[in-house]
């Protein structure tokens, strides 16, 4: 394996296309990959920014005033943790008054008295009625007064039956109301509670015990330092888009150790994503995921990081060069004498260095081309 790494430098890149040649020729890498040889050039990323991959800002889920911190500032929380507690007066009336109407509703549903007598007369109707049939048969109802006032007693009792069912059925229909209604209470009681929604750490709070806060607005914010995130610039004129997005990335910076010597440490990550637009002097801003670790032990309930947002770092991206393996095609050529499809890019061979004076010879006619376009 051949690596030798091009430091990029926003104010260095590009002056003239002479130095981006030299820049340009001086990096060959070779990588093994499954499936035949995979070309890599490694690049020095420029203005790295370290963030945090989670940033909350946890809102009041209901409004209240302040009334109580659970977790102070800056310190480590876990999910579905207390952070702070709210108060509502107004809720809390609510509350009392839905458990009030549930309890009365309960009562009425759970009261079966009148049910059971309506359900008694109409069975004691039916028995006199049958008793007066076993004894004189079937008798004309138009010309025997009491088994008409026997029938008529029946459809009273039935009737009275039918509506004291209909109300005790109305009674547990209003019971399940309340029930529901306090269930929305207690809901809205319980979002007075606000909890964690990732494990983290408290970085800031955005209200004082006795604030007023109402439902939506952020109350204070929590991070997650388990993964980071890091906003870099590559040179777009060293890669394209396609050859950066997925590529890993080193990333290196240096600690004081116990007797005060520099100590570098090591992360690794991944390129997620590419931004599509340029930047001023031909630059791409990338986004890398890095997994962070924790350093030492534990101490009173407080892990450390080894890497934190605002640290100075050094970051290499090992990006995929333009070679295309001979096994797969060659649309563009590359393996061939033909130039790369880089604009103005020399030709040049893979696992190959150009010599001195042919690259001299480079520069000069790139000059030359460049004076005849102003001529032009």
Same mark, same amino acid.
């Not at 209901?62 to 952070?83: P, T």
């Not at 130039?339 to 190959?352: D, E, F, K």
């Given at each position: 394996m051949i690596r030798l790494a091009v430091n990029v430098r926003p104010a260095s890149l590009p002056i003239t296309s002479a130095c981006f040649w030299m820049l340009f020729a001086s990096v060959v890498v070779a990588d093994q990959g499954k499936g035949g040889r995979v070309n890599r050039i490694e690049v020095q990323a420029s203005q790295c920014v370290v963030r945090y991959g989670a940033e909350?800002?946890?809102?009041?889920?209901? !409004?209240?005033?302040?009334?109580? /911190?659970?977790?102070?500032?800056?310190?480590?929380?876990?999910?579905?943790?207390?952070?702070?507690?709210?108060?509502?007066?107004?809720?809390?009336?609510?509350?009392?008054?839905?458990?009030?109407?549930?309890?009365?509703?309960?009562?009425?549903?759970?009261?079966?008295?009148?049910?059971d007598h309506a359900e008694a007369a109409l069975a004691d109707a039916n028995e006199e009625l049958r008793r007066y049939?076993?004894?004189?048969?079937?008798?004309?109802?138009?010309?025997?007064?009491t088994f008409r006032a026997l029938t008529l007693a029946v459809s009273q009792a039935q009737r009275q039956y039918d509506q004291t069912l209909a109300e005790h059925a109305e009674a547990?229909?209003?019971?399940?109301?309340?029930?529901?209604?306090?269930?929305?209470?207690?809901?809205?009681?319980?979002?007075?509670?606000?909890?964690?929604?990732? !494990?983290?750490?408290?970085?800031?709070?955005?209200? !004082?015990? &006795?604030? /007023?806060?109402?439902? %939506?607005?952020?109350?204070?914010?929590?991070?997650?330092?388990?993964h980071l995130t890091i906003d870099a610039l590559v040179a777009q004129?060293?890669?394209?888009?396609?050859?950066?997005?997925?590529?890993?990335?080193?990333?290196?910076?240096?600690?004081?150790?116990?007797?005060?010597?520099?100590?570098?440490?090591?992360? !690794? &990550?991944?390129?997620?994503?590419?931004d599509p637009q340029w930047l001023p002097g031909g630059y791409r801003r990338i986004h890398v995921d890095v997994a962070n670790q924790l350093v030492g032990n534990e101490h009173d309930g407080i892990a450390d990081w080894i890497l934190y947002p605002g640290q100075d770092i050094r970051m290499t991206v090992a990006v995929m060069s333009p070679t295309i393996h001979r096994s797969k095609g060659d649309p563009y050529r590359?393996?061939?004498?033909?130039?790369?499809?880089?604009?103005?890019?020399?030709?040049?061979?893979? %696992?190959?260095?150009?010599?001195?004076?042919?690259?001299?010879?480079?520069?000069?006619?790139?000059r030359n081309r460049r004076r005849s376009e102003i001529l032009r």
């Open positions: 909350v800002d946890l809102p009041a889920l209901s !409004d209240g005033v302040v009334a109580q /911190w659970a977790v102070g500032r800056n310190q480590v929380v876990v999910k579905n943790q207390v952070i702070v507690n709210l108060t509502n007066d107004r809720l809390t009336r609510r509350r009392k008054t839905a458990i009030e109407r549930l309890r009365l509703a309960r009562t009425q549903a759970e009261d079966t008295t009148t049910l049939r076993s004894r004189f048969g079937e008798p004309d109802s138009l010309g025997n007064p547990e229909q209003r019971c399940r109301v309340r029930e529901s209604e306090l269930a929305a209470i207690e809901t809205d009681c319980q979002a007075l509670q606000l909890r964690s929604p990732i !494990d983290g750490i408290l970085v800031d709070v955005y209200r !004082d015990s &006795g604030e /007023w806060v109402e439902r %939506g607005q952020a109350i204070a914010k929590i991070v997650s330092p388990e004129q060293v890669t394209g888009r396609a050859h950066c997005q997925g590529c890993p990335v080193s990333i290196r910076w240096d600690v004081p150790n116990n007797e005060g010597n520099p100590q570098t440490r090591r992360l !690794d &990550g991944i390129v997620k994503s590419v590359t393996m061939s004498n033909a130039p790369i499809p880089l604009t103005g890019q020399p030709a040049i061979r893979p %696992g190959t260095m150009p010599s001195r004076a042919s690259l001299q010879a480079e520069i000069r006619l790139s």
